[in-house]
């Protein structure tokens, strides 16, 4: 591969540190290494794929099946890799589930291409097969999708499921589905034309760790995880006058460097009353406004929580900002980030309670439209592989009961789909046709992959899903638990079709992408070793030009 790198090089003057790969070369150079990507994550995908534990630079461990961390995580500095980094995100960002299978796509459209382009096919006539392609897709996506009753609460609970099967979050499924279609129902609201809005913005995730999963629990408003500062202070407040504040209860330093050099005790005693002083004018203040309770980012001084105590008044200090930015949404208040501006005005209304198990808080609005989606578990690692489940869920419920429109998971959707491209491509003239067709192929992956990770026959199942699809059975997929093809739709297995929508979309982006590049021009040399390229990592047939990509896939196991 140098040889024919340097044939491309000689009207240019480039520093000698620099490379550049042309043509075939580049395409071929990018082409492996966004396969290399797609590779590391199809063994997770579906309910039987497997987790993965990658362990950072720090030695701190993630052990997880979700296909956007394990790519955020895996330290990957090869600039094609990042680009189906980018589908990954760009994945969860849209549909907030659905990434392994877009960047799996990606990954076998790329395969595919690279057996066009073998063939003399030039890239343009395959960009365009590709973009035609998924628009297509995109239109029969549309046409096989169900629309459902949004207030089918069943139907959701089946949403979430699919969602989270194979995650953290399975073995307690049902009573999370539970929780998380009541939780976007709490904040749904229908808008002016009748549709159905979901506001994210007021639910919220909390984790604890040391408890069994199954006492996961919604909550109406919020949560401050916190003590009272003060031992006589009230621990509740109903109908209470809540004051959030992100500036401390203290003294106020005078310039930084000043000193007070005290010469007498009067001086002393003069100085500290001015500091008492202080102290009650801000008490007094809190009082004046008519707050029962005040959550404080900042720290509150011994004094002042004597102070605060004595007016009856329930303190925290210290709260996270994101409690009180969320407490802000549900109680109606402002953020107040300078005491002695504060007004009526700033204060929320709301409930305080307390859980003394647990020894938070629980602060209710008094429209209830804030919700806590309080997740338990075990362990910190159990916690977080379940948030990350949980939140595929939330993001697949909100994007159901926004949208609509459902589909058959477990594979059923992606054969329809190629079955229907095929179709499609007999109309479709020129080279472009292959590429269509390559497009087609390249989504019967999602079966594939679900059957090999089930450690199943992945060619029986396709020759069983595709003949069943050739009969009209638009749900027939892959039963993963028995290997058998049934429908899945009716086996309660669903998925959102906006997601798919943005699957197909984004994975053939992604792969046009890669492949409109014919020169690669590298300030650094591409093919130096960066890392220290372990034999398993994928691309290692690169040479070293993944060398940044094996380094960085060194810490997983
Ligand atoms: P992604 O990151 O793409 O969402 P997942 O690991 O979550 O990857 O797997 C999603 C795939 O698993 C989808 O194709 C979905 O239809 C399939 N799936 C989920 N639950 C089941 C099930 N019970 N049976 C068969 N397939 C399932
Ligand atoms: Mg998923």
Do not use: W
């Not at 979700?66 to 589908?87: F, H, R, S």
């Not at 998924?134 to 009753?149: C, P, W, Y």
């Not at 408890?211 to 407040?237: C, F, N, Q, W, Y």
């Amino acid at each position: 591969m140098s040889q024919r790198m340097q044939q491309g090089q000689p009207m240019i003057v480039m520093s000698e540190d620099s490379q550049r790969v042309k043509d075939r070369d580049a395409q071929d150079y990018n082409i492996q290494a966004a396969r290399a990507v797609a590779e590391a994550v199809r063994s997770t995908l579906g309910p039987k794929g497997m987790d993965k534990m990658l362990v950072d630079s720090m030695g701190s461990v993630t052990i997880t099946n979700d296909g956007v961390t394990i790519l955020k995580e895996m330290d990957i500095d090869n600039p094609t890799a990042e680009m189906i980094i980018e589908v990954a995100e760009t994945q969860e960002d849209e549909a907030g589930d659905g990434t392994t299978t877009a960047v799996a796509v990606t990954g076998e459209l790329l395969k595919n291409a690279e057996e066009l382009l073998e063939q003399d096919i030039h890239p343009t006539a395959i960009i365009k097969g590709f973009h035609m392609a998924a628009e297509q897709a995109r239109a029969e996506i549309d046409d096989v999708a169900t629309e459902i009753d949004t207030d089918d609460e069943e139907l959701l609970k089946r949403t979430a499921e699919t969602s989270m099967t194979g995650k953290g979050a399975e073995v307690n499924k049902e009573h999370l589905a539970q929780l998380i279609v009541d939780a976007v129902r709490q904040v749904t609201v229908e808008n002016d034309d009748g549709e159905n809005v979901v506001d994210l913005e007021f639910l919220k995730i909390e984790t604890q760790s040391g408890r069994a999963v199954g006492e996961s629990d919604l909550l109406v408003g919020g949560i401050i995880d916190k003590d009272p500062v003060h031992d006589d202070m009230p621990t509740e407040a109903t109908d209470a006058n809540v004051l959030l504040l992100n500036d401390p209860i203290e003294v106020e330093e005078t310039d930084v460097d000043t000193e007070v050099s005290v010469t007498d005790p009067d001086q002393l005693q003069k100085f500290l009353d001015r500091e008492e002083q202080q102290l009650r004018e801000k008490v007094d203040h809190i009082v004046d406004i008519g707050a029962d309770v005040v959550f404080c980012q900042k720290g509150i001084d011994d004094l002042a929580q004597h102070y605060l105590a004595k007016e009856g008044i329930l303190a925290v200090r210290r709260a996270k900002k994101s409690d009180l930015e969320f407490l802000s949404e549900v109680l109606g208040a402002s953020i107040v980030s300078d005491l002695e501006s504060a007004t009526a005005e700033d204060l929320g209304f709301g409930s305080v309670t307390r859980d003394d198990e647990d020894e938070l808080f629980y602060v209710e609005g008094e429209d209830a439209h804030g919700v806590t989606l309080l997740l338990r578990g075990s362990t910190e690692h159990v916690v977080d592989e379940l948030e990350r489940g949980v939140n595929d869920a939330l993001d697949v419920v909100a994007q159901t009961v926004s949208d609509g429109r459902v589909l058959a998971g477990g594979g059923a959707i992606e054969v329809e789909l190629a079955d229907r491209l095929r179709d499609y491509a007999d109309s479709v003239s020129g080279r472009e046709q292959l590429a269509v067709e390559a497009y087609a192929d390249a989504l019967e992956l999602v079966p594939r992959v679900l059957a090999e990770n089930a450690g199943l026959d992945s060619i029986d199942t396709l020759v069983d899903l595709r003949a069943a699809h050739d009969k009209g059975d638009v749900h027939a997929g892959l039963n993963v638990y028995t290997g058998d093809v049934e429908d899945t739709f009716e086996a309660g297995v669903i998925e959102p079709a906006h997601a798919k929508e943005q699957a197909v979309t984004s994975a053939s982006e992604a792969a046009n992408l890669v492949l409109k590049i014919d020169d690669i021009i590298s300030a650094g040399d591409l093919s130096t070793d960066k890392g220290d390229d372990e034999e398993g990592a994928p691309g290692g047939g690169m040479g070293g030009g993944m060398g940044g990509m094996g380094g960085g896939m060194g810490g997983m196991m």
